[in-house]
């Protein structure tokens, strides 16, 4: 059994270190049979796995029911990890990692409630972190409120930003003020500041706006932002006021923030009647690479050239991401990075 720490990870002289910073490998989530699409999207997480696999170790975590199809299909690129799962965002029912100046790692299990309880199964995924942090031998803090990985991004350097339409969701947890909450967040990821921003995806009913569609850090005190400047987008007010409060905003370490605004927004074909929006921002950065989502939207060669000039250091490879859309997340939904 994971060892359970008493004490918070502040206390211990842990934070939480940005994605982009040099991972020990990445965890990615198998498709349970509850999803939507269950067959294509785990015949894209296949595709996903093997790029992902050229660039670092990968850890494949699956419930004890699909470990064979798994196996079976990419045990050559990713080891597996089985685990009681009914979902397959392990950023979001994963643990997060944290990380002090010695170089150890633990874990941090935060509650989940289901995204708001919009599916009432949760509890069975209570001890995924509990199964991780068992397989990796680090020790594991227990955080006693609800959060969710893709509702936060990180620079490493005790800034983090989220969005007030995640964070401050009655649904998640009602009885913590905002100071409650940047409170737990410096308690158990390190944190000293928090970056408000209004909302998250217009479309994103799923996790109430998580902050992972909408801006990622790129390297401490500089971001990729989505914005949009189609007016008849319904993302568009939502953006501009994101951007508006980025621009005013200062981090832990009171600097201004570089901002890279990325106007391209790919959307997948119409899946019976409905379009959905694939953001470029909920990307999955490794070890050379970053890796995106390809569904076919007429503007994505344009995209990539420009992600390339962003990131001149790293790989854009790009992967099949429609049903992970359907399935109301992306890449930097299945995944989760574990430092170095």
Not at 54 to 60: A, D, H, N, P, S
Not at 85 to 114: C, H, L, S, Y
Request: aromatic share 10%; with cysteine; charged share 25%.
């Amino acid at each position: 059994m994971a060892k359970i720490r008493k004490s918070t990870p502040y206390q211990d002289g842990f934070i939480m270190p940005g994605r982009f910073e040099r991972h020990r490998g990445s965890l990615i989530s198998w498709p349970t049979k509850g999803e939507k699409e269950p067959e294509l999207f785990r015949d894209e997480i296949v595709e996903v796995v093997k790029k992902m696999a050229k660039y670092e170790e990968t850890f494949l975590v699956a419930d004890h029911s699909d470990v064979e199809e798994a196996k079976h299909r990419c045990g050559i690129s990713a080891k597996i990890i089985a685990a009681d799962t009914e979902f397959a965002w392990i950023r979001d029912n994963g643990p997060m990692f944290v990380k002090n100046t010695k170089g150890e790692i633990a874990a941090v299990k935060f509650q989940f409630n289901g995204w708001g309880d919009k599916y009432p199964t949760y509890e069975r995924v209570g001890s995924v972190p509990n199964t991780i942090a068992e397989y990796f031998n680090v020790p594991l803090y227990e955080a006693p409120f609800i959060l969710e990985g893709g509702a936060i991004c990180v620079d490493g350097e005790g800034t983090l930003i989220a969005t007030e339409q995640t964070l401050l969701n009655q649904n998640r947890n009602p009885s913590m003020s905002k100071d409650d909450i940047e409170k737990g967040l410096k308690d158990y990821l390190g944190i000293e500041k928090v970056i408000w921003l209004y909302k998250g995806f217009y479309e994103d009913t799923e996790t109430d706006g998580h902050v992972d569609n909408v801006i990622e850090f790129i390297t401490p005190g500089k971001v990729i932002v989505q914005t949009c400047s189609d007016n008849e987008n319904p993302n568009f007010d939502i953006l501009k006021e994101n951007l508006s409060r980025l621009k005013s905003a200062t981090d832990a370490r009171g600097r201004k923030l570089e901002i890279v605004e990325f106007d391209y927004l790919p959307y997948t074909r119409s899946i019976d009647g409905v379009k959905y929006p694939t953001p470029y921002p909920n990307y999955y950065v490794m070890n050379g690479a970053i890796i995106v989502p390809q569904v076919g939207w007429k503007g994505e060669l344009q995209a990539v050239t420009e992600l390339q000039r962003i990131f001149p250091k790293l790989d854009v490879v790009e992967a099949p991401s429609t049903y992970q859309a359907v399935g109301g997340g992306g890449l930097g939904c299945m995944t989760q990075q574990i430092p170095e």
